[in-house]
């Protein structure tokens, strides 16, 4: 009798694109999943497998917890079998909450305060005290934040207006509110005289308040008649009435309103700890709690590891494995407290998998989308060894990936395709990855880098001198403008400090291109993120006489039964959820009177239903054509005008937020890894849309690992030679044919791609 074989068994997949995939996926294997940008590999495996594993890992818990867990619906499939537990880890960004940092993440901190309140000298009280968040442990000079917050004159007063031309740029302050208008009509001050024009007197009044000893009143107008207020200045007014309270309390004004106006710098009683002074007096081995919070991960393993105390090394011992990881994911010049919301897309994905790697747990799904977005070819190494780890450990390991080092690493490749979004769904291929050299998968394996070697001429540059942001070292550097430059180096090197920080704060009209999300939503379509919603329902307004707001499924045309939504979800209780199309509409989200009228024989709906591609030759109106050409020249072609923006892939959203960009000529264009989530042949679009851009006359300046992007540039600096205090420095500038005779880690990867190409 044969051998069962232990694997995944899915039949008829129809979520988002599926085409009736049908898969059987090995387990204790390593499995890569590849295919274009859009061709349905989350469908697989993030919205089948990962959530038809979490439905049914609910089930096992009674009703009523299960009421209060994250509820899942049921994907659309015949036949979901052989499903072990799953741990995803995703791309999206970890909450940037400001108080969420590295040791909190992975759970650290709480370790680090036991082992203080056990052994620290001189001792004090318990772990809780060495926390900002605690009574005793808050710095009572900033609360327990690190930063002092205080007024900057020149961010909130415009000299050369007077109070009426809103000299006082801070809102609740200014004209518009309450405060500003009593400040004009009060009688104190001269409501159309320039700020600059006030004699010393007058100033120091307005900003500062009566001399020490004086009191000042002016009258108050309300429907009561005058009413005499005490006039206190402007500054101890903004410092007590929006710094020295909760303001997330006041509904006239935000937390960035205040910082717009303000200056924050390090707390000088906590030195930016938020920590109280006598919480600092404790110390381990010469140091405090807060420098333990500052030193790079490798030298805390190294103080850790000199703890001789038995019980401090009880506890040391359980934090030590945590900091292992870390290291081994490269990450070792990260500290405690870096904060979650400054890492990059590719470190914050990789203290996520360290966080899941300490578990001793076999038989799981782990679940990686793209693990190697953000990590130089060097370090892909590692990520292999990780998961190679894994699978020994007797668990499947699943990947969605383009980089080929990966590919090659897998025990199954399947390939999704053969096209994207209406032209994808289906299994293109799966088996071994020789096998795929002959067959009709659009990845390939013997990839050859072109080097560019004829590099655009270089005429002028943007200075940076004597950067010094985070852990650069003091560096001044020419980028040359009106040209494509890749700035490269690994993990940590500087690259995001040079470029997103000490870039950007000398040419803040840089138009940035991120990894964030866009703020999407299911009512929010490629139509209305490119602004082009608003044209089509004046089109169909004129050409019918009915009002716009009747082409819209937010608004008058919002089909009465679903409301818009094109699906109900009817209330079952404590049952798994239930989504259902709208009979009414059929899922069209539109009523059957907006549905009556058509523009060129197509109704709204049949319009949304039009590709890019297809839209080009059907609108006439100039804006429109230029906007979807855009999409067009970013390679979303194959996306529909009515597709939502959260059904979009990673790649796909990045690519959307450069198109709404690419209106404008004569620009700063500043990207942040833009070959993230996209395959191969996809990169060629994306820099046939750089080089497009550079030729009209824009700068482009792209933070890049893909070796493609590269070495097709027209100038390549690199940063390192290692990560955080081992970086910070610009080891290379040049163009990609001097790199080849240059002898950096960067350097050593584009000659191992090139050589094929001049052999």
């Not at 499995?31 to 349905?40: E, K, N």
């Not at 020295?244 to 303000?262: F, G, M, P």
């Amino acid at each position: 009798m044969s051998e069962i074989k232990d694997e995944i068994i899915l039949r008829g997949l129809k979520e988002n694109n599926l085409k009736n995939v049908d898969l059987n996926i090995p387990k204790e294997k390593i499995i890569v999943f590849t295919g274009l940008s859009g061709s349905g590999k989350s469908s697989v495996v993030f919205d089948t497998l990962a959530t038809e594993s979490r439905r049914q890992m609910t089930l096992n818990y009674p009703l009523y917890v299960r009421y209060q867990m994250p509820r899942y619906e049921r994907p659309h499939a015949d036949l979901m079998q052989n499903l072990s537990p799953v741990v995803v880890v995703e791309q999206r960004s970890i909450g940037s909450n400001s108080r969420s940092t590295v040791g909190t993440y992975m759970d650290i901190n709480p370790l680090i305060r036991l082992l203080f309140s056990r052994i620290g000298k001189p001792s004090i009280g318990s772990a809780n005290d060495f926390s900002s968040q605690s009574s005793f442990g808050r710095c009572p000079e900033c609360g327990g934040f690190g930063e002092v917050i205080a007024p900057d004159l020149n961010k909130m007063i415009d000299y050369y207006k007077s109070l009426r031309d809103y000299a006082v740029k801070f809102k609740p302050l200014s004209p518009s509110g309450w405060q500003g208008r009593w400040m004009m009509t009060g009688g104190l001050f001269d409501p159309d005289k320039p700020i600059k024009d006030y004699s010393e007197e007058e100033l120091h009044l307005l900003l500062y308040g009566p001399r020490a000893g004086e009191r000042v009143y002016a009258p108050f107008h309300t429907k009561h008649g005058p009413q005499k207020h005490e006039w206190d200045g402007l500054l101890p007014r903004f410092t007590r009435l929006y710094i020295n309270r909760d303001i997330s309390k006041l509904k006239e004004v935000t937390q960035d309103d205040v910082l717009a106006v303000s200056t924050h710098s390090l707390c000088p009683t906590c030195q930016g700890s938020g920590l109280n002074p006598k919480v600092l007096e404790c110390r381990i081995n010469g140091l405090n709690i807060a420098e333990y919070d500052q030193l790079e991960l490798i030298e805390l393993l190294e103080e850790l590891t000199n703890i001789k105390d038995p019980m401090g090394e009880s506890i040391a011992q359980q934090t030590i494995p945590h900091l292992i990881q870390l290291a081994e994911m490269g990450l070792g010049y990260l500290s405690l407290s870096r904060k979650m919301g400054t890492l990059s897309g590719g470190e914050a994905q990789r203290v996520k998998i360290a966080r899941h790697l300490g578990s001793s747990l076999n038989n799981i799904t782990y679940i990686f989308d793209e693990p190697s977005a953000g990590l130089h070819p060097e370090e892909v190494d590692r990520l292999i060894q990780m998961m190679k780890s894994l699978k020994a450990q007797h668990n499947t390991v699943i990947v969605i990936e383009h980089d080929l080092s990966v590919i090659k690493a897998a025990d199954e490749i399947i390939e999704m395709g053969p096209g994207a979004g209406v032209n994808g769904g289906e299994v293109v291929y799966q088996g071994k990855l020789e096998g795929l050299i002959n067959s009709k998968a659009a990845t390939t394996l013997n990839h050859k880098l072109k080097i560019n070697s004829n590099p655009r001429d270089i005429e002028s540059y943007f200075t940076i001198k004597r950067a010094s942001n985070n852990n650069l070292k003091n560096i001044s550097v020419n980028i040359p403008s009106n040209v494509l430059v890749s700035v490269c180096g690994v993990s940590g090197s500087g690259k995001s400090s040079l470029i997103l920080g000490a870039f950007t704060e000398s040419y803040p009209e840089t138009i940035m291109v991120g990894q964030g999300s866009i703020g999407i939503s299911n009512r929010s379509t490629l139509a209305t993120y490119m602004g082009i919603m608003d044209d089509v329902r004046s089109i169909f307004s004129k050409e019918t006489g009915q009002p716009a707001g009747l082409f819209s499924f937010n608004s008058l045309g919002a089909c009465p039964i679903c409301k818009g939504k094109g699906v109900l979800t009817p209330d079952v209780a404590f049952a798994d959820p239930v989504t259902i199309p709208c009979e009414a509409c059929g899922g069209t989200r539109y009523s059957d009177e907006a549905l009556s009228y058509r523009y060129q024989d197509k109704n709204i709906v049949e319009i949304l239903d039009l590709t890019i591609d297809e839209s080009i030759n059907y609108f006439k109106v100039p804006k429109i054509i230029k906007r979807v050409n855009t999409l067009k020249d970013v390679g979303l072609g194959y996306l529909t005008l009515g597709q939502t923006t959260s059904s979009l892939s990673g790649g796909e959203i990045q690519r959307l937020k450069l198109a709404s960009h690419l209106q404008k000529e004569g620009q700063i264009y500043l990207l942040d890894e833009p070959s993230l989530g996209l395959h191969t042949k996809d990169n060629r679009k994306l820099l046939d849309v750089f080089q497009k851009l550079v030729n009209r006359g824009n700068s482009v300046i792209i933070i890049e690992h893909n070796l493609d992007f590269i070495a097709v540039s027209d100038w390549v600096i690199e940063l390192g030679p290692g990560g955080g205090k081992q970086g910070g420095h610009i080891i290379f500038e040049g163009t990609p044919e001097e790199m080849l005779n240059a002898e950096t880690l960067t350097a050593k990867w584009l000659k191992d791609g090139a050589r094929k190409q001049f052999t």
